[in-house]
């Protein structure tokens, strides 16, 4: 008897999960059509969303108004994107006659719940947000990050929901959170478009100065990357312990700065020996203590 109740039981509920999805509701159709919908549904909207995406991007680049930044139009665009799987959701739990009111509790707990364990994410991401709204770094800006973790240097590449990406100038990928991004002190040296060179050199105390602003001088003469020549500055900016510090001051483009501080160097070096300038040492055995 046993046996045969096991048996019966166990046909009783294959037969009821038979009929959950085979037999017709009310509206005359059955469960396992309606997954076929939602998962047809679900398909597609992903294809939609896959087919269009060049498209979407290619409307948020030619929109009329005040120009976008990249990042912010990929925040915009994930949004858009996450609405839309939100809607999705909504009908297809419509379609499957999912009833939500009685899960509302359950979600908004878990919503709080999740919300106090992912603060500092969710303040990254509206930090995110702020950075994008206030423009006060946008994708290519050369920034100066000094913040309580310390500093660092390096091209915008991207503004995400939740961290920052730079690239430093040795090629390294730096990741940011937002958080630290919005408390931190940011040097932007692209946002200007111009930005002064100062060179120091230190020359012997018994040079004469004259000749060595005049040798300063002759460096950057006729420099078709030195821009607002009337700003260029030669003067001795301090005393060292074994030379007079000079200071050349002169002003280039933002994407030639480090062309033209480059190649100062060799020409400083070159003009000095020209003029018989001498840069002392603390090694020179010549300098008298």
């Known amino acids: 008897m046993r046996v045969l109740d096991a048996w019966q039981g166990w046909v009783d509920f294959w037969q009821k999960f038979a009929d959950f999805f085979w037999k017709p509701d009310e509206t005359g159709i059955n469960y396992l059509s309606r997954i076929g919908v939602a998962i047809a549904i679900i398909v597609f909207t992903w294809l939609v969303l896959k087919l269009f995406n060049p498209l979407l991007k290619k409307l948020f680049k030619v929109k009329k108004g005040p120009d976008i ?79 309580a973790f310390g500093e660092c240097e390096g091209v915008v590449k991207r503004v995400h929901f939740f961290t920052t990406i730079l690239t430093s100038f040795q090629g390294q990928k730096i990741i940011i959170p937002n958080k630290n991004m919005s408390s931190a002190v940011i040097t932007n040296y692209t946002v200007n478009g111009e ?50 510090n000079m200071r050349l001051r002169c002003w280039t483009k933002v994407d030639d700065y480090w062309t033209l501080y480059n190649q100062l160097t060799e020409r400083i070096y070159l003009a000095f020996k020209q003029k018989g300038v001498y840069i002392p040492s603390s090694t020179d055995r010549n300098i008298k203590k």
């Open 69 to 147: 930044d990249v990042s912010a139009k990929l925040i915009i665009l994930g949004l858009l994107k996450f609405l839309i799987w939100i809607t999705v959701g909504f009908i297809v739990c419509s379609v499957l006659k999912i009833n939500l009111s009685g899960v509302g509790g359950i979600i908004a707990s878990v919503g709080v719940a999740l919300g106090l364990a992912l603060q500092d994410l969710v303040g990254s991401f509206f930090s995110g947000l702020l950075i994008i709204n206030q423009k006060t770094i946008r994708t290519g800006d050369h920034i100066l990050v000094k913040n």
């Open 195 to 244: 930005r002064r060179i100062d060179y120091d050199v230190g020359v012997s105390y018994d040079s004469d100065l004259e000749v060595v602003k005049e040798a300063l001088a002759s460096v950057i003469k006729d420099e078709p990357l030195v821009i607002n020549p009337e700003k260029t500055q030669v003067y001795a900016e301090s005393f060292g312990p074994y030379s007079v």
